[in-house]
């Protein structure tokens, strides 16, 4: 098999080409830097608060103390989590859909409680029971009751009528 010869003109343009390419990433890696250098300058100069939006240094500083405590083990058992939930969701989301698609007496009975749970925000059905028990709400106890109402405030109805 004989070497393809290349023209000099697709040489050029295959050299302008690279070039170009070459000159986009040197710009969004100049972009990047110039972002973080500004970013890291006002938050030293106090002009943003660094509490809020923190800054990059501050940011390496914790990823390095964390890549020494183990941080791949976390990220691991996050994804592994996160795949986990997706494909329990997702099935029971099919054999649900399933069963309301063969049957059109429960179709027509879960109808009207479905459209209420499709409209209400998905953060309104979480429970306050955060990573096994440890919570981030004012009530006493963490035992998975709803957004709105802690076991304290259902045992003791008076916060319906404060002005009574």
Known sequence: MSKQLISKERKKYLRKKKSKQYRIWLTQIGILIAFLVIWEVLANQKIIDSFIM?????????????????????????????VVGFLLGTGLGIVIA??????????????????????????????????????????????????????????????????R
């Open 54 to 82: 923190s800054q990059p240094s501050r940011i390496w500083e914790t990823f390095t103390n964390l890549s020494t405590n183990d941080l791949i083990k976390h990220i691991n058992v996050t994804v592994y989590e996160t």
């Open 98 to 163: 399933i069963i309301l698609w063969w049957s059109d007496f429960l179709s027509k009975v879960a109808e009207p409680y479905l459209v209420v749970l499709n409209s209400l925000p998905k953060v309104a059905l979480r429970t306050n029971y955060y990573h096994l028990g440890r919570c981030r709400n004012t009530s006493y106890y963490c035992d998975g009751s709803s957004n709105f109402f802690s076991g304290n405030d259902i045992r003791k109805l008076k916060w319906i009528f404060k002005d």
